[in-house]
């Protein structure tokens, strides 16, 4: 292996493995030489990569997806490119499908591209202000790019630059999202550490930062458990309850629960679903009739269940197929609430629209990805 590779492998675990950078399997990174592109294979975690968790891919081939015109159906242009991406595969027998944002990672001038969700830098990138205040805190060096998924956020991307390289030297080192998190290129990893620690240490210094601390389990709480899975169909799912002051500031004042009632991140509707249940009320027969009603309009309205119910007084509640899914919910809730309450800072927060939570929800890139970390964790499962 390259010493390139081998830096690509260490920093993505790096990143990967800090949940303040990424969470579950969010992120991703790449290598690009003269011919070829490393990028991170959809599904998998960048905490435990190596380098069998790449795709390497023509570059010229890669290059195509920005030239072809592509159905203006999204779903179905989505498919195209995914296709398209498939192709450009140099060793196709391995199975492994390339991260759906390779295109941007190919476009972007530098060799090494880490693309995280950083917690401090979506509290910007997710509030009102972030537009603003990106410009505010790094200049016209940098590039802040309007929320859009997939071969949109590519295109979008692409022009963006276009209009860059007209004024500036090179490629901006810094590319900031909408909704979604940060691109960071440059020549070596060291460089790439230095513009993160750079980037985090702006934003915190505006942010106040506050430590998880438990709170005491409510009396009721296994009671509330028992009652929750008499309202799941499939009687195999577990129900797990987490009780901290994240989730008490959430809940200690009326409304509070609505600036977290929509996603502001792709990552959130991938693990924690497009919508959640809360009650507030005040006796735990109240709080399991208010849930059964939300529960069935949920079903009703999604065709799925729900994954994510916070409670008054009990907590944070996940429920999934098995216990590390469930936790891992769980983490990407807290780390939306965290966003959620740091977003304050820069006016509040700024939910994704609705037609592309939709979109998201839908979207069969995300269900891959969520299917494959299902298999994985129904694999180690069996493994033990």
């Known amino acids: 292996m390259i010493k390139e590779l081998k830096d690509l492998v260490e920093i993505s675990r790096f990143y990967g493995s800090d949940p303040d950078f990424v969470i579950a399997g969010g992120g991703n990174t790449s290598f690009k030489d003269d011919r070829h592109i490393w990028v991170k294979a959809s599904g998998f975690s960048m905490n435990n990569i190596d380098i069998q968790g790449f795709v390497q891919l023509y570059r010229d ?41 390779t295109s941007l990672h190919e476009v972007i001038g530098y060799p090494f591209v880490i693309h995280t969700h950083p917690t401090l830098v979506n509290a910007l990138m997710c509030s009102v202000s972030a537009e603003e205040k990106t410009k505010e805190f790094f ?60 980037v985090i240490g702006k934003i915190r210094k505006t942010v106040d930062e506050e ?6 389990k409510h009396p009721d709480t296994d009671l509330l458990t028992k009652g929750l899975l008499s309202m799941v169909p499939d009687k195999n799912n577990t129900i797990v309850i987490r009780h901290n002051s994240l989730h008490r500031y959430f ?22 679903g497009p919508a959640y249940l809360y009650s507030d009320k005040d006796d735990l027969s109240s709080v399991l009739s208010d849930l059964k009603n939300q529960w069935d309009a949920y079903l009703q309205k999604f065709k799925k269940q729900p994954k994510i119910i916070l409670v008054k007084e009990y907590g944070l509640i996940a429920v999934e197929e098995s216990k590390k899914p469930a936790e891992t ?56």
């Open 61 to 101: 081939k890669v290059k195509d997806t920005g030239k072809k015109k592509y159905s203006a159906d999204p779903h179905q242009r989505e498919v195209q490119v995914k296709e398209d991406l498939l192709t450009a595969r140099v060793h196709p027998e391995s199975g492994l499908r390339p991260s759906v944002e």
């Open 251 to 272: 809940y200690e004042r009326t409304g509070r629960f609505n600036l977290i009632s929509r996603p502001f991140t792709p990552d959130i509707i991938v693990y924690c």
């Open 329 to 384: 919910a769980l983490g990407v809730f807290e780390d939306f609430m965290k966003i959620s309450k740091y977003s304050e800072a820069f006016g509040g927060p700024h939910p994704m629209p609705e037609e592309e939570i939709d979109f998201i929800d839908r979207w069969e890139v995300e269900n891959y990805r969520r299917n494959i970390l299902r298999s994985a964790n129904r694999i180690s499962r069996k493994a033990r």
């Open 211 to 216: 430590p998880l601390l438990p709170v005491p």
């Open 139 to 198: 200049g016209d060096e940098v590039l802040f790019v309007p929320y859009a998924p997939g071969y949109r956020l590519f295109k979008s991307v692409s022009a963006l630059l276009g209009r860059y390289r007209k004024t500036h030297e090179r490629d901006p080192q810094l590319i900031f999202l909408q909704n979604h998190g940060i691109f960071i290129g440059a020549g070596s990893v060291s460089e790439i550490k230095d513009l993160y620690d750079f």
